[in-house]
């Protein structure tokens, strides 16, 4: 091909003509904007070289909710096309771009940074701690899933979005097959970001076994940090094959090596394999961070404590280890013949042992509590009966028998929905909800929080329940059309009625952060929901420096038992603080890596070498640096908590939220 | 920074500490990285498409040098960080100049046996095999390589700032670091090439 | 009461889905092998629907009975800890649960793996089933015929199915007959089905491969066993043999429609049958972790050099 052919997208049509009109605009409306205001010094200073692990968090969170419309949109696309059979809305190869870039994008770059959001913003806080262990290292994390978001985003501008669903088994992501770069970007965007992962899986790990409040020992945790801890511990085992296996895809594609050819000796089904040993726990990152925000917005606004902690301790690690162990049910008719697989069906079943200790554990929670029906404990309640179906449908494909129905249709689309939409993306909801007052000393409106609810949980009915029949029925996924005879328009029609209601509901959340923004009343004082563990003993908005004072912990609701018991949390005089110092490294790193990226995805060597000396060099400087951080001295902390104590008494008379008359 | 004098220098801050935890952390994501590799080798031994096989292509002399080598350069680097807890800053630079040499030298052999695959027509492109030999063998030179760049960054630290706090945690961490590529070459010995050549 | 609406939805949509205006062709089974999996399916959905129901009760129950506005203003719910009895007992339920379906599981792994229950007296009828974009080769070598994108069967025989692709994976699919199996390119996998009734059914490749997934279709027609006969004699009769330079042709990506053809390519162009094939796979497996990929280590590749 020629040099320059290879940039424009292979199968243009009116709507990505648009978006790139769409995505010049904007970039200048951002450009003028911050010119404008004068903002970028503030940009760069208070966010670009940022490594606070909240204001990280922050980032975190808001990349999370942009690429969920990304990928709604991708979405609603879809459901659109199969509203009505014999559709012409979208041609097959646009279909199968929009399609497997609306995986990748809700898997890598919404959920992930979803979770990490919350993992940044509120393990620091949970465990007593100034930071994470390795605050530059987290700002790097985090630029790096940015560059890689990036990177993947403009593939559907520039050379075309990758094609092969977000499984891209080979040999159809082969170049054989899929010859434009789309396939390269899917390689490398999620190399890059996934290399993030793995640094902020480390991170936290050191962050939560080594930095904990005196007296937390690790089964007085609050259940949010165990829940991350081992979701990092699954990221550390979990993510270097992923990195193994998209060092051979690219290789593959890039320099013609022969991992998953079909010739010379290549092995197609290692893709899968490789895939899948990283795909499986993958999915178990994202539920137990979001099992940890059920857990604690449960427990909150039942007025209990989370009832079986051992037990909740005991089936996450059960879970995390068993999902290594399962990952050939995703290609029981690959041929492995019976007894391979009636070991990975027993393996895979008994997961729903220790889900089921959780769903149980949560619902005795509840149990002689007082419940209040506030919108994060919404999400919680709608996701006990959701997540259920999603579950016991897991464990009908994991009979392997039956498996041979069910597989590559859309009864398996409507499982996986099932588990990650009321199971993560609720929570995430929930977290967003319940941790906003945390975040930013104002809460959302609870009355648009509530409509946001109900319009996503009838919407996630209406769209996904009826796959599950015409999965049974025999709509394969992935068919970008079907004729009339198949009977299968009624109830995909049903489907975008739903897919559409919760497209709703996400305009109502972003709706109501607007409207709150505007309309909320400020301080809400640092205990608004009448809280139990230890994140809402400091103030909201939580100062820069977490604690002024380092609390004791006896327990794993430290916060209440300070609250109802008495417990002394903070011991002591005021000390200075050592803070880590901003630095803009990270941000450039992250520009490099996607500068590198770029060039690699269109093998443009030249470009690619500097930019990986580049990415070097930053190292080499880094090395060379001697920071030794900066301290925030007495008076200026003492400053800042009698702002927050004076604004505290203010609201003291006012009753917390979500009391017996909502 | 507060230094506890009760600990070694490279355990005496908190920092310190952190770090050491966070590299050993690493260290088992780099472990699964390479057992993923070695799995894909392994499935990949015996698929070799038109292209030469392990036993035709593999050479004992120049393995075995190499792997001298690389455990003579763990030796050093132990030597190294011995040197630097007693505080002798110029035997500890001289272990540490030793192990970068040796690192070289394992790096040029390695060369040399790329440049002779070549020559014996198993490339990259060649087959299954190939692919997962030359990555698995390429990503652990690579290592090397970064070892190599690294190890000199923290020799002219050394060199200028001498043995303190900060120095003596990155010197020990890359001691680490550099233990941890021998212990994945014995690996590498043992399982590709000896396996290979009986 | 938006809750109990919601209840309400969803378990009117269950007694649709469990009754169906229509019978779904995963549960409408014309084969033992479909009918195996339609009955483990259903006893499924049946274990898993009380499940569903349990939790729903209960949950119902703590969100009526301790919601804040039903209780006084000064109660304080209690600090409960676990219960082991109770836990126990929550988790020894699913166990069983887990365990009966496990037993049915692996005994219907072993039934649809090998030749359908009560054909077991009769030899199979080979037919080998590849693909190439975006279409289906069926090869009888006993017959000596090939078609293209549709399959003549005989009804009470079992028919064992030889798969493989010359792309991208695909996943050889008859809903009414049985549960689908991948075609790769490298390695032949074998799907045991039999036709009880005569008729037409719908089959696909049902793993997504590229542009012309959708179509990528064939029609099932199960006869007797003399019409199927006739069928035979009579495309002896009528179609062109099948050459190297036609079928070459064949696999151009596209979709073609039904063809016909006297002969079939596995002469010239003979199925990855020298690779592993799922029968020799199961042979020494052990339970453990890389089990499953060490197996493909026991490839002869060096062997057929
Ligand atoms: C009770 C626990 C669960 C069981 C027994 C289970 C079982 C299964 C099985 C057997 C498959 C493969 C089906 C097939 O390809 O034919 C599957 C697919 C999948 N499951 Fe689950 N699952 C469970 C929970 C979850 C959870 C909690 C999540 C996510 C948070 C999840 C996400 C997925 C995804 C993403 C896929 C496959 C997607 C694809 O092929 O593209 N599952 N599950
Ligand atoms: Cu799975």
Known sequence: MEFFERFAVPNPNPAIYASMVAIVVVSLAIIIGLTYFKKWGYLWREWLTTVDHKKIGMMYLISALLMLFRGGVDALMLRAQLSMPDNKLLDPQHYNEVFSTHGIVMIIFMAMPFIFAFMNLIVPLQIGARDVAFPRLNAISFWLFAAGAMLFNISFVIGGSPDAGWTSYFPLAGTEFSESVGTNYYMIAIQISGIGSLMTGINMITTILKMRAPGMTLMKMPMFTWASFMACV???????????????????????????????????????????????????????????????????????????????????????????????????????????????????????????????????????????????????????????????????????????????????????????????????????????????????????????????????????????????????????????????????????????????????????????????????????????????????????????????????????????????????EIEEIHMPNYSGVPFIMGVIFFICGFSFVFSLWIPAIVSLIGIFACMVLRSFEKDDGRLISVEEIKATESKFESAEEIKTAVSTYGGANS | MKIDHTQPLEYSTQQNQLNIFGFWIFLGAEIMLFATLFTAYFIMENRTGNGPTGPEIFEIGPVLFETFILLTSSFTIGLAVHAMRIGRKKAMLAFLGVTLLLGVAFLSAEINEF???????????????????????????????????????????????????????????????????????????????????? | MKLKGTLLLLLSMLVVFLSGCEPLLVLDPKGPQAERQASDIMISIGIMAFIVIVVMVLLVYMLVKYRASRLPDDYEPPHIEGNPILEGILIGVPIIIVAILS?????????????????????????????????????????????????????????????????????????????????????????????????????????????????????????????????????????????????????EPGHLGRMTFTGTHLGFSPAPEHEHSDDEMDSGEEHKMHAEKEREMHTEHAAHE
């Open chain 1, 234 to 572: 699954i990221i550390i085992f979990a993510f270097p094959v992923l990195t193994i296996a998209l060092l051979m895809g690219t290789t593959d594609r890039l320099f013609a090596t022969n991992f998953f050819t079909t010739t010379n000796g290549g092995m197609d089904m290692l893709w899968a394999n490789f895939f899948w040993v990283w795909g499986h726990p993958e999915v178990y990152i994202l539920i137990l961070p979001a099992f940890g925000i059920y857990s604690e917005v449960i427990s909150t606004f039942s007025g209990r404590n989370l009832y079986g902690y051992k037990s909740m301790v005991g089936s996450m690690v059960i879970i995390s280890l068993l999902s290594f162990l399962v990952w050939t049910h995703h290609f029981f008719t690959m041929g492995q013949g019976a007894l391979t697989n009636s070991i990975f069906s027993i393996s895979t079943m008994a997961i729903a042992v220790p889900t089921g200790v959780k769903i149980f554990n949560w619902l005795l929670t509840m149990w002689k509590g007082k419940i209040r029906f506030t919108v994060p404990m919404l999400y919680s309640v709608g996701f006990i009966p959701l997540f259920t179906i999603g579950g016991v449908t897991g464990v009908m494909l994991a009979m392997s028998a039956a498996d041979y129905q069910y597989h590559n249709t859309m009864f398996l689309v409507a499982h996986f929905h099932n588990t990650i939409i009321p199971g993560v993306v609720f929570a995430m909801l929930a977290g967003l909800t319940y941790y906003w007052p945390k975040m930013f000393g104002f809460m959302l409106n609870e009355r648009i929080g509530k409509w946001g609810f109900w319009f996503l949980s009838i919407g996630f009915v209406l769209a996904f329940f009826p796959m599950y029949i015409t999965g049974l029925n025999g709509q394969a996924r992935r068919m970008y059309t079907y004729s009339e005879a198949t009977g299968f328009g009624p109830l995909n029609f049903v489907a975008f009625i739903g897919a559409g209601l919760m497209a709703i509901a996400f305009c109502l959340i972003v709706y109501n952060i607007f409207y709150s923004i505007k309309h909320s009343p400020r301080n809400v004082g640092d205990d608004p929901w009448n809280a139990r563990s230890l994140e809402w003993a400091t103030h909201n908005p939580v100062p820069e420096y977490n604690f002024a004072r380092t609390p004791h912990v006896a327990s794993s609701e430290a916060f209440w038992d300070a609250k109802k018991h008495g417990h002394e949390l903070f011991k002591g």
């Open chain 2, 115 to 198: 440049v002779h695959y070549y020559h014996v027509g198993a490339t990259y492109q060649t087959s299954g095999f190939t692919a997962a030999l030359l990555t698995t063998l390429g990503t652990h030179g690579g290592h090397v390589t970064l070892g190599f760049f690294w190890g000199v960054c923290i020799l002219i630290q050394v060199m200028k700032d001498g043995i303190n706090a900060r120095t003596a945690n990155k010197s020990f961490i890359f001691s680490l670091y550099w233990h941890f590529l021998d212990v994945v070459w014995i690996f590498i010995f043992s399982f590709i090439y000896l396996k290979g050549l009986m």
């Open chain 3, 103 to 251: 037993f049915i599981t692996v005994k219907s792994n072993y039934i649809v793996e090998s030749t359908p229950e009560g054909y077991e007296d009769q030899e199979p009828l080979v037919i080998y089933a590849s693909s190439s974009n975006w279409k289906w080769h069926f090869s009888y070598p006993e017959q000596d015929i090939e078609t293209v994108n549709y399959l003549y069967i005989p009804t009470d025989r079992p028919i064992e199915f030889k798969l493989y692709s010359f792309g991208p994976i695909t996943s050889f699919w008859i809903p009414q007959l049985g549960g689908q199996k991948y075609a790769m390119a490298d390695m032949v996998t074998t799907l045991h089905l039999a036709a009880d009734t005569p008729g037409e059914y719908m089959g696909r490749n049902a793993n997504f491969s590229g542009k012309g997934f959708a179509e990528n279709t064939f029609t099932v027609t199960a006869m007797t066993q003399t019409k199927f006969d006739e069928w035979v004699d009579e495309v002896h009769e009528t179609a062109e043999p099948l050459t190297e330079d036609t079928f070459e042709q064949l696999l």
